[in-house]
C-alpha cells in the first residue's frame, strides 16, 4: 500500500505548536502569524486525511477488480491460492493498522508536552544519571528515548529526535557532565535553603 503515514508524529508536531500558543501567547501576546501558523498546521493536517481517503478509496476499488478475476471454477495450483490469499492479508492488514494509527484518539496535546530549561545534552546526561542510579527504571533504554522524543523538548529544540537521543546517550562530553554537576549542587542548595 505505500509508505505508512506517522500521523502521530504530525499530531505531536500540532500539539507541540498547540502548547506553545497557550504556555507563550495565550494571553495578549499571541500575533496574527501565531493564529494562522496553528490554521495552516490543522489545514495541511485535513487536506493530508482526505488525499489519504481518496487514495485508500482507489486501492479498494482495486482491490474488488483484483478479487473479481478470481474464477472459483478454475483448478488453481494449492501454492497460488495461498499466495492471492496472503497478498490480500497483507493489504487488509495495513490498511486496518493505517487506520487504527489515524483513529485512534490519544490523550490532549497540552497535557503530554513540556519544554525544559537545560540541553537535550545535558537532559539526556541527567536522566542517564537516574538510571544509573536506578531512580528511573526501565527494561529498556529505548523507552527513555521514545518518552523523551514524543513529550519533551528543549529551549534550543522543540523536537528531540529519538535517533539522535539513543546515539547521544553515551556519548557526553566533560563540559555537559560539569554543567549538570552544577545544576545538581544547586538543587541541592536549594533545598538546603528553602526546604529544611
Same mark, same amino acid.
Request: glycine share 2%; hydrophobic share 40%; proline share 2%.
Given at each position: 500500500?505505500?509508505?505508512? %503515514?506517522?500521523?502521530?508524529?504530525?499530531?505531536?508536531?500540532?500539539?507541540?505548536?498547540?502548547?506553545?500558543?497557550?504556555?507563550?501567547?495565550?494571553?495578549?501576546?499571541?500575533?496574527?502569524?501565531?493564529?494562522?501558523?496553528?490554521?495552516?498546521?490543522?489545514?495541511?493536517?485535513?487536506?493530508?486525511?482526505?488525499?489519504?481517503?481518496?487514495?485508500?478509496?482507489?486501492?479498494?476499488?482495486?482491490?474488488?477488480?483484483?478479487?473479481?478475476?478470481?474464477?472459483?471454477?478454475?483448478?488453481?495450483?494449492?501454492?497460488? %491460492?495461498?499466495?492471492?490469499?496472503?497478498?490480500? +492479508?497483507?493489504?487488509?492488514?495495513?490498511?486496518?493498522?493505517?487506520?487504527?494509527?489515524?483513529?485512534?484518539?490519544?490523550?490532549?496535546?497540552?497535557?503530554?508536552?513540556?519544554?525544559?530549561?537545560?540541553?537535550?545534552?545535558?537532559?539526556?546526561?541527567?536522566?542517564?544519571?537516574?538510571?544509573?542510579?536506578?531512580?528511573?527504571?526501565?527494561?529498556?533504554?529505548? #523507552?527513555?528515548?521514545?518518552?523523551?522524543?514524543?513529550?519533551?523538548?528543549?529551549?534550543?529544540?522543540?523536537?528531540?529526535? +529519538?535517533?539522535?537521543?539513543?546515539?547521544?546517550?553515551?556519548?557526553?562530553?566533560?563540559?555537559?557532565?560539569? %554543567?549538570?554537576?552544577?545544576?545538581?549542587?544547586?538543587?541541592?542548595?536549594?533545598? #538546603? #535553603?528553602?526546604?529544611?
Amino acid at each position: 500500500m505505500g509508505e505508512k %503515514k506517522d500521523w502521530s508524529a504530525v499530531l505531536q508536531r500540532i500539539g507541540r505548536l498547540l502548547a506553545r500558543f497557550k504556555e507563550e501567547k495565550l494571553t495578549t501576546d499571541w500575533e496574527k502569524k501565531d493564529l494562522l501558523e496553528l490554521q495552516y498546521a490543522f489545514a495541511s493536517l485535513v487536506s493530508e486525511i482526505v488525499q489519504y481517503v481518496e487514495e485508500t478509496e482507489r486501492k479498494l476499488v482495486s482491490r474488488v477488480e483484483l478479487i473479481d478475476l478470481w474464477k472459483e471454477d478454475k483448478p488453481y495450483l494449492p501454492l497460488t %491460492k495461498e499466495l492471492f490469499a496472503q497478498d490480500h +492479508y497483507r493489504f487488509y492488514k495495513q490498511l486496518w493498522e493505517e487506520l487504527h494509527d489515524l483513529l485512534t484518539v490519544r490523550q490532549h496535546a497540552d497535557d503530554l508536552y513540556f519544554r525544559v530549561s537545560i540541553t537535550a545534552m545535558q537532559l539526556l546526561f541527567l536522566i542517564h544519571v537516574m538510571h544509573e542510579a536506578n531512580i528511573i527504571e526501565t527494561p529498556k533504554k529505548g #523507552n527513555l528515548f521514545r518518552f523523551i522524543s514524543r513529550h519533551i523538548g528543549t529551549l534550543q529544540q522543540e523536537e528531540l529526535s +529519538y535517533e539522535s537521543l539513543r546515539k547521544k546517550f553515551h556519548a557526553t562530553d566533560r563540559n555537559t557532565i560539569l %554543567k549538570v554537576r552544577r545544576l545538581l549542587m544547586d538543587l541541592v542548595n536549594l533545598i #538546603n #535553603n528553602r526546604h529544611l
